[in-house]
């Protein structure tokens, strides 16, 4: 045990440096106000976490959450950032206190088991005895490709990889169908008669509140409007064409 | 207690981030803050299943070619110890971290982010309709609502 | 009047297709290093998206046509189920690829080229779909907001 904690002694300080970066970038996430700090702060958790995902030998997660993490889903995050405020409102200290006592006690919970785990880099540990070292062998025996990781994702759990494949599918379908690919999902306005009943607004959008809602609401409308003129112009079979932005 | 900082220092980290996280989503009242609190909660499960699968002196799960040629000067070194007996080690004599909890993650980090951009589309929808993604003002909203609604019956 | 965004334009345009090159790499070298469907398919997302973050949304449309991503999007998880059903044919159990050549090992090795494809396909649309999606909502960012 000595010997083995000797060999891998850089990359402790290695792992203690990101963690101790991952804590405070995460901390700092719970402090912040600005969204679009906050958004440009999860970019850079996920491409820690990532740099500790090639110290614990896992490169194919790494490349995945570099990717994806750090890229798409910022991307993503400031796309829809855009479309709302960039700060966000103070949250009353009374607010606070409820959330803190769950995440307290549920966080002294877990570490109370922590001590059933086994340690950290164990060989002989459960998960690392069973069935997942089972499939190194048999992978250099029966598909022999060198990357174990697509074997197994592809040929041993190739039904599984099939649901997620169809979780991503449906998660676009989904978002296909709240914003549309040309974001024009629910800006169109029923035309009964040939009468235009805009704004296309549901609940909050009664008298009463619009004077609390001003900038908003003229921002919205005066889309809302470009977009009921410029489709009536149009026939019918275009109006679904119409991108509503332009 | 020195077992648990010099060994399972891992799962002291991700238990915090996963906390952290969490609180996140609980304490915000803002849509997108919310949001990003559920990914780095996420991130953080993430952490926790490739530290188990993690085998210290273990290499990346890339199985090297099928020849003998090549040998890690730090396995033989283990291996001339005999420190590795009871160990599950591949043919060749170097020792692979697990690779299943890598395909768990794997695909889940493409599923996290799809079911993200699902719940961004709503935020994006919420604040079309109510003009704002604060939690206390939309409820706020539903509530005059309904009681315009009571009122006018 | 100078275009303000001469150097990320030139610049951009010069690593598009280099994005692209590497996420093929990324696809057909994940049998051997890291990578597979999943990263190749957000890189080869990135590609368009980055085309799209510089050159303005119509352009991107342009280059990576909406209609694309629909049929993208369902033509990669056939692809992967249709693999498994071409195994069920053959003989095999679904999506057992042995029974894809005659010799075991090389069945897999096709097996696991199809459904890569098929994850590659449906990924990178899902993503450039979502994008779409997000980028229409909103008019496009102002001069002065970059």
Same mark, same amino acid.
């Given at each position: 045990m000595m010997l083995s904690s000797y060999a891998v002694a850089p990359t402790i300080i290695l792992d203690l440096a990101l963690m101790a970066i991952l804590i405070i970038v995460a901390f700092s996430i719970v402090r912040m106000r600005s969204l679009f700090a906050i958004v440009m702060l999860q970019g850079v958790y996920s491409l820690v976490s990532a740099a500790w995902f090639v110290s614990l030998d896992a490169v194919d997660v790494a490349f995945t959450e570099a990717a994806v993490g750090a890229g798409v889903s910022t991307v993503l995050m400031l796309a829809a950032m855009l479309l709302a405020n960039r700060k966000s409102d103070p949250v009353p200290i009374s607010k606070q206190i409820a959330p803190l006592l769950v995440v307290i006690v549920a966080g002294l919970a877990m570490f109370y088991a922590i001590g059933d785990m086994p340690a950290f880099g164990d060989v002989n540990s459960p998960a690392n005895t069973g069935v997942g070292m089972d499939y190194i062998e048999r992978t250099t025996k029966e598909i022999h490709i060198p990357n174990v990781v697509t074997a197994v994702l592809a040929s041993y759990r190739g039904y599984d990889t099939f649901g997620e494949a169809v979780v991503i599918f449906s998660a676009g379908l989904g978002v296909l169908l709240l914003l549309g690919l040309n974001g024009n999902a629910g800006r169109w306005t029923a035309s009964p008669s040939g009468q235009h009943t805009y704004p =296309?607004? &549901? =609940? *909050? &959008?009664? *008298?009463?509140l619009r004077s609390s809602r001003d900038n908003i609401k003229s921002v919205t409308s005066s889309a809302v409007k470009k977009t009921s003129v410029s489709t009536a112009r149009k026939s019918k079979k275009k109006r679904f064409k119409d991108k509503g932005d332009n | 207690m020195s077992s648990l900082i010099l060994d399972q220092y891992n799962y002291a980290v991700v238990i915090i981030l996963m906390m952290t996280g969490l609180y996140v989503v609980f304490a915000s009242r803002n849509l997108i803050k919310k949001l990003v609190g559920l990914s780095v909660f996420q991130t953080s499960v993430f952490l926790l299943y490739i530290t188990i699968g993690k085998v210290s002196g273990g290499q990346p799960p890339i199985v090297e070619s099928h020849g003998t040629d090549h040998v890690n000067s730090e396995t033989t070194l283990f291996a001339s110890i005999g420190e590795l007996e009871s160990v599950v080690q591949s043919s060749s004599g170097v020792l692979y971290s697990n690779p299943l909890p890598h395909v768990l993650i794997l695909t889940a980090i493409v599923v996290g982010v799809a079911t993200l951009a699902i719940g961004l589309s709503l935020v994006v929808r919420v604040r079309e309709v109510y003009?704002?993604?604060?939690e206390d003002k939309i409820e706020e909203y539903d509530r005059i609502y309904y009681k315009e609604i009571i009122e006018r019956q | 009047m100078h275009d303000p965004h001469v150097i990320l334009k030139v610049i951009s345009k010069f690593l598009v297709p280099f994005i692209a090159l590497f996420a093929f790499y990324v696809q057909f070298h994940g049998d051997f290093g890291p990578g597979g469907g999943f990263q190749a398919g957000v890189i080869l997302a990135s590609a368009v998206i980055l085309y799209a973050l510089i050159f303005g949304l119509e352009a991107a449309k342009k280059a990576f046509p909406p209609s694309w991503v629909r049929i993208g999007m369902s033509s990669g998880v056939l692809l992967y189920g249709g693999t498994g059903v071409l195994t069920w044919i053959l003989g095999g159990d679904f999506l057992s690829y042995g029974v894809l050549a005659h010799d075991p090992a090389h069945g897999q090795h096709y097996g696991i080229i199809a459904v890569e494809l098929g994850v590659l396909c449906s990924v990178t649309t899902v993503m450039i779909a979502i994008f779409y999606a997000f980028g229409s909502r909103q008019p496009e960012v102002d001069e002065d907001n970059w």
């Open positions: =296309p607004m &549901a =609940p *909050s &959008a009664n *008298s009463r | 003009g704002t993604i604060e | -």
